[in-house]
């Protein structure tokens, strides 16, 4: 219902539930018999992720392979991914191009689009150091479509920032207030040094507010077409 809220014409692109598929677990099944299990352990995932767990699943280990297996079982041939799941193609390609040097040419070796980079990627607004993911502890770190306006606005009033109240763009040594001028910027439409110039000399607070308002407006045409699902 949100993908299709959020504007997917399913005339033109399929939707479906990939658990219905159960050619994907199997394809996972039969990759993960030939992935070097030493080959998963250097993966930046299982690092980050696994740091400080008493307990390692194999979940978390495998499911680069799993990932590596959706993209294979429909030959993709070009896979648009933002800067931080660079790795995850990488390690497709390796995995379809080791099999196919062991079998035949089975698999489509596909190639990667970067959509993104590092300074314009959306990042936590509790955590700006990190980019903003569903999986965060804080619920208040990330924006769901599905937020009311209210709560949108009040993420935005709790979002990080640092104790200078000057707006400026310096992903570096200001990533709080850098990410939420980003943020304008991106709903705005404007360069990132005209949000900075429209709110020079107002508080932080002021420009919060204004975020969280602008994010909001343009969530609510969303919020009103997923009510009709």
């Not at 307990?55 to 079982?73: C, E, K, N, T």
């Not at 040097?101 to 970067?114: K, R």
Request: proline fraction near 7%.
């Amino acid at each position: 219902a949100i993908l299709l809220s959020c504007g997917i014409n399913p005339s033109k692109s399929i939707i479906f539930q990939q658990s219905t598929i159960p050619e994907h677990s199997e394809l996972c099944w039969i990759l993960m018999c030939q992935v070097p299990f030493s080959d998963l352990r250097q993966l930046p995932q299982w690092k980050v992720k696994s740091a400080g767990q008493k307990v390692h699943r194999m979940g978390l280990l495998s499911y680069p392979v799993l990932q590596a297996a959706d993209i294979l079982l429909y030959n993709s041939t070009h896979v648009p991914v933002g800067e931080d799941q660079a790795h995850h193609i990488h390690f497709a390609r390796d995995v379809a191009g080791t099999f196919n040097n062991v079998y035949e040419e089975v698999f489509t070796v596909p190639e990667m689009i970067l959509c993104d980079s590092s300074q314009n990627r959306v990042r936590s607004l509790r955590s700006p150091l990190s980019k903003m993911s569903k999986s965060e502890a804080s619920p208040t770190a990330c924006i769901y479509l599905t937020d009311p306006a209210e709560e949108i606005q009040q993420k935005f009033r709790r979002a990080v920032t640092d104790m200078t109240t000057a707006l400026s763009y310096e992903p570096d040594t200001r990533p709080g207030v850098s990410n939420l001028v980003a943020i304008y910027a991106a709903f705005s439409g404007l360069p990132h040094v005209e949000v900075c110039k429209k709110f020079a000399g107002q508080e932080t607070p002021v420009f919060k507010a204004a975020i969280g308002d602008l994010v909001a407006e343009h969530f609510e045409p969303l919020r009103e077409k997923l009510a009709d699902f």
